[in-house]
Antibody
Framework: QLQLQESGPGLVKPSETLSLTCTVS??????????WGWIRQPPGKGLEWIGS???????YYNPSLKSRVTISVDTSKNQFSLKLSSVTAADTAVYYC??????????WGQGTLVTVSS | DIQMTQSPSSLSASVGDRVTITCQAS??????LNWYQQKPGKAPKLLIY???NLETGVPSRFSGSGSGTDFTFTISSLQPEDIATYYC???????????FGPGTKVDIK
């Protein structure tokens, strides 16, 4: 059974870089059928797609975040990662990783809260 | 960029009621529209894909319809376990972007 698990610091200082990793189990990140994505949700607010990556390293990002986002993949570890630079309090959110099939998001991790504060 | 609107933003209904949520896209998105259910403290769950297809394992009281710019999500008989926020989501190919609607919070009256 596919499982995705987010990990990383729960607290990041303003202007620093947020780094999270999603570990995939029960399936291969190198499958040709899927992209892998990051989505976030500020407390009490809606969902915002951040970006997606293919196992080959091909990426596409939300234009509103593109200048600050880098998503990478490590097929040897069955992981993909998110880096968001120059964070502010507005980046405080629950961050989810997900497996993407076409333009659907049928499998999600449980999410991890990242707070930006000094 | 394609914008998504949902209405209502919240609703309160009785167990057994028929509940309808609408989602409107700012331009034609064909049937590239999905619906998710999110319960408090949980990740979203895909319920409906391609506007009207029920995801495997999802109860048949959930349904979706529409194409182009106007879409509808229906719960035919509201159950206590359906208390959640429901989001529509579209995919735009140029540029490649996923966009979620603002959500509809469903409560029991």
């Amino acid at each position: 059974q596919l499982q995705l698990q987010e990990s990383g610091p729960g607290l990041v200082k303003p202007s620093e870089t947020l780094s999270l990793t999603c570990t995939v189990s029960g399936g291969s990140i190198s499958s040709s059928s899927y992209y892998w994505g990051w989505i976030r949700q500020p407390p009490g607010k809606g969902l915002e797609w951040i970006g997606s990556i293919y196992y080959s390293g091909s990426t596409y990002y939300n234009p509103s975040l593109k200048s600050r986002v880098t998503i990478s993949v490590d097929t040897s570890k069955n992981q993909f990662s998110l880096k968001l630079s120059s964070v502010t309090a507005a980046d405080t959110a629950v961050y989810y990783c997900a497996r993407q099939f076409g333009y659907q998001l049928p499998h999600w991790g449980q999410g991890t809260l990242v707070t930006v504060s000094s | 960029d394609i914008q998504m609107t949902q209405s209502p933003s919240s609703l309160s209904a009785s167990v057994g009621d028929r509940v309808t949520i609408t989602c409107q896209a700012s331009q034609d998105i064909s049937n590239y529209l999905n619906w998710y259910q999110q319960k408090p403290g949980k990740a979203p769950k895909l319920l409906i894909y391609d506007a009207s297809n029920l995801e495997t394992g999802v109860p048949s009281r959930f349904s979706g319809s529409g194409s182009g710019t106007d879409f509808t999500f229906t719960i035919s008989s509201l159950q206590p376990e359906d208390i959640a926020t429901y989001y529509c989501q579209q995919y735009d190919n140029l540029p490649q972007v996923f966009t979620f609607g603002p959500g509809t919070k469903v409560d029991i009256k």
